[in-house]
């Protein structure tokens, strides 16, 4: 991450002789932005770099508490540099965030230089191999020519020169989150695939009182487990592959200086991230119950999944912040489809949407649904515009009735997000990709489409009734629908998992393992727990023992 | 546990030897029931025990690596004896399930007796304090007379007498998960304590642009994940209180031979568990998610309020294993009902509610929130029903057709509980234990009502616009709602947190304290992490440098 920050903000000379010493292990970096007090709102960083004109350096300083770096990854014990995100002051008038190279400890002992309070932050809930960091600056100089200025400089006379693309510090974090659906998606496979393989192993409960156990993949309720997680993770693999093109086509833009597309790729990128996210890690989660017991065993390693994936729900922009960005995002679009502007692609779905008056007729085919999806996503955006403008008519300002308005900005937020996501695993299924597939693994893939889409229906049915007539023997047609593409779905599931490839020593999983020998393996972990060295652990005679004789 | 087992299963006699033993702490215990391959269905355990009639004894076996006992608390290296549930035979003829007592460790070594093999079953996701255990036997004998014989009994020559009322094997369970949704409100209660404490210390991103970062609690979209949290927490404690009321009245039924409400109480019990255990973890992990990456810290302490929440969705009964026998008892009211026989109360709403065509109106009065609940539990009951019958008609088998509608009797056991709650916190902010508070404390559980009531009717909208016609404008009117109460709230929540009176030392939390200082605490915590004992731990010596070296 620090070599990357170089690369992009530094200057070509600030990479030759900071990130390319980094590349090659002569030096080890972190990247310090979050604060202890101060995390999404970059411009509350209390950090400050004061520029001394009289020794041509910069002071740093974390003046409070609140202002120590916190949490940055291999910050805490790793690091002998890094990049330390601050406010800029020059004669004390502040100039902005910039970033700064600093020497935290010397390259030879490894110890902390002076000015320099550094150490690792304690036990988290994920992440026990990372020393995540804390860094307090005291006086702390370092040479003018320390800080990145690829875009904005200090000049020797203490000028300020601004950056005249601010904009590029912001795709950084486009591609980040870009990143994270691809990521969150492929813990979303794991997960189901640990947790289905176990399901084919597994026997409970018997479904006829006279007959043995079945595999509980049998049970009806089970499939509900597993089998959306399998449609939900596709989903968004292949939104996220979608999500990738349009970031490539994005950068070329700015390459050639063209900017446009940027807003677009931002909502779209924030609206995936948060919902990505949160639903690989709800459902990692719930496919680690799915498993009962076992699935809270270490070993299973559903529960370290699971740490990994909700972890992205609040990195990388905390996931309701991103949402009420995509909310501000749809406002405008609003405001602009009634200026008679055109649209960006991923939004126009809302010009025809939003005139219509309710769906004309419910069908439930796949287009239908989505068609549906995308009227109740129009309506939504519609309230949202007409309570912001009414808060805004009584004299509320833009940002007050933007935080009132705040619960309705996520709800449709969330709604056009699933809306991309519905329509791209549509287009992939039955558009022209299709042909480059065998029918026989299309018809699979059908399955899963009809899966997600009838499920992703149910889901938001109190939204799409808003917007629909659809009768309840319509309603229970769809119920039957669900459970239809289930029993479908059942003896390809494990097919599909194992299509998703990732070899045992990627899944580290007791439960999850190609062969199935769970019980095995699970044993054999248990039998290497260092609690069972010996057959009577020491603290039975010296805390147990004595402590019985005491009660006694 | 074990103590309660000996003195409900075993008799005086045997509660005299073991269990007074255990009282005293002259022996350790634990109540070995899971085994690794075998869960909630009892009858599929494998363990045996085999009775030999000339030495008047028990042989115990765990004959496969399945059959190993699994999960018990205290069982991997802190017990010395156990009380192991097992298959009974004579004769090679199975009786079913018995307990039997038997001695682990010698009890003044503490080291295992030939036969058995027991040991720690390894790292899990929580409850790193305790040793769960496993545990296999072989030909392990004891005498007769540990078989515990308050009930069934074996005689000397093998002849097997039969319990009288093997019910109150089962009522134990229901003691059981009535304490577990006392347990679990009582976790949401403390998460919603901490994460409302912080969001009252933390700032971040200005409303107004120009004003300085307000407490996070300011923003609508945070007191949207605090303020349901509380009165969620707070109608799960009002169910469990009313549940305990219950089962002290069936209680007594028991002892005056009456076993006539313990099928209602049964299915009380599994909903309210099953819901319960789900709700809070879900809430913990939301409160969590809502503290942003602190949430994250272990000191925070969320982590493991989940770790321990999530615990119970699949101990003592598996929580969709619960709500399909909730389910099966609602199939069963369906099938009085048409029958003409009279209900139960808790399922007596069913009687009208089932006959109406719908709601006749949506006011949005709390009692007509609560009406619309039922009348939708009602429809989703019948539609579970009449689904059930036509595939009992088209030839399944009760069992087949029950795993076929598997999901829909989950859903309809999820209704059922929840009108419960629903009813049950009505009843109590507008009935007569409302005059013995003060209209000051009233009117805030009322804010907290209606929180709970709206919220809970969005939250099924789905299933109440099946049976009531409701206007786009009420559904508006309804969001309004919402939105009023979240404000009415705002300036009595960290106060209603700290009227549930958690002590600091019981909270556990940096970000949580009563006083507040969230930042001082965090970093007192890290400062105590074994991880900053040197300045540079010997890893970087011993690992670090020579691995950048090597790779220079």
């Known amino acids: 991450m620090m070599v990357g920050c170089i690369r992009q903000q530094g200057t070509d000379e600030q990479y030759e002789k900071f990130g390319k010493r980094a590349e090659n292990f002569e030096i080890t970096g972190a990247y310090a932005q979050t604060e202890l007090g101060h995390g999404t709102f970059l411009r509350g960083l209390e950090t400050r770099a004061d520029f001394d004109r009289k020794t041509d350096e910069f002071v740093l300083n974390t003046p409070t508490i609140t202002s120590y770096k916190w949490w940055p990854g291999g910050l805490g014990h790793a690091a002998n540099y890094c990049v330390v995100v601050a406010n800029l002051y020059i004669d004390n008038d502040p100039k902005g965030v910039a970033m700064f190279m600093v020497q935290l400890r010397d390259e030879k002992t490894h110890m902390p230089l002076p000015g320099i ?7 988290k809930m994920g992440f026990a191999g990372v020393n995540n960091g804390y860094l307090g600056l005291k006086n702390v100089r370092i040479p003018r020519t320390n800080m990145l200025m690829r ?18 510090a912001y795709f950084t974090m486009v591609f980040v989150r870009c990143l994270i659906v691809r990521n969150n998606s492929t813990m979303l496979s794991m997960a189901s695939t640990i947790a289905t393989r176990y399901s084919a192993v597994r026997r409970q409960s018997p479904i006829n009182p006279k007959e043995p156990e079945p595999q509980i993949i049998d049970h009806v309720t089970q499939q ?82 699971y740490s990994a994936a909700t972890a992205a729900c609040t990195y990388e922009g905390e996931n309701t912040v991103l949402l009420l960005q995509v909310g501000r995002f749809l406002m405008k679009s609003c405001r602009m489809l009634m200026a008679g502007k055109p649209l960006v692609p991923t939004i126009s779905y809302l010009q025809d949407a939003i005139k219509v008056n309710g769906l004309e007729k419910w069908t439930g085919s796949w287009q239908n649904i989505l068609q549906a999806l995308q009227i109740a996503t129009a309506h939504k955006i519609r309230i949202t515009f ?22 309705e900005y996520t709800q449709a937020a969330e709604l056009h997000g699933t809306c991309f996501v519905a329509a791209t695993f549509l287009e992939e299924v039955t558009g022209p990709n299709a042909k480059n597939r065998s029918p026989a693994l299309n018809k699979v893939l059908e399955n899963l489409l009809e ?56 899944l580290k999983s007791t439960l999850g393992s190609y062969d199935g020998n769970v019980y095995e393996r699970i044993f054999e972990e248990a039998k290497k727990s260092p609690l069972n060295k010996k057959p009577v652990p020491d603290v039975i005679y010296t805390h147990l023992q004595p402590f019985m004789k005491a009660k006694m």
Chains 1, 2 share one sequence.
């Open 117 to 123: 309070d550094v150490g690792d932050i304690g036990k």
């Open 151 to 168: 875009h904005a400089q200090v000049l020797p006379d203490g000028t300020y020169v601004k950056s005249p693309a601010s904009v590029l």
């Open 224 to 305: 509900m487990k597993l089998f959306p997680e399998i449609a939900t993770s596709i989903a968004y693999r292949l939104s996220s592959t979608k999500l990738w093109q349009l970031y490539d086509q994005t950068a070329e833009d700015i390459k050639c200086g063209e900017f446009g597309r940027l807003p677009e790729m931002h909502a779209l990128a924030c609206s995936l991230k948060a919902l990505c996210s949160r639903d690989s890690a709800n459902g990692v989660e719930r496919l680690r119950l799915a498993c009962g017991g076992h699935g809270y065993l270490a070993s299973a390693q559903l529960a370290n999944l």
């Open 386 to 407: 007409e309570n912001l403008t009414a808060r805004l008519k009584a004299g509320q300002t833009e940002a007050e009735a933007a935080n009132n308005t705040g619960i």
């Open 451 to 506: 899966l997600f889409l009838v499920n992703t229906a149910m889901k938001y049915m109190h939204e799409i009734l808003r917007v629909a007539n659809i009768s309840d023997m319509e309603l229970r047609a769809l119920q039957t629908r669900l459970e239809d593409v289930l029993k479908a779905l059942r003896p390809d599931a494990v097919a599909i998992c194992d299509g998703f490839d990732f070899h045992d020593r990627n």
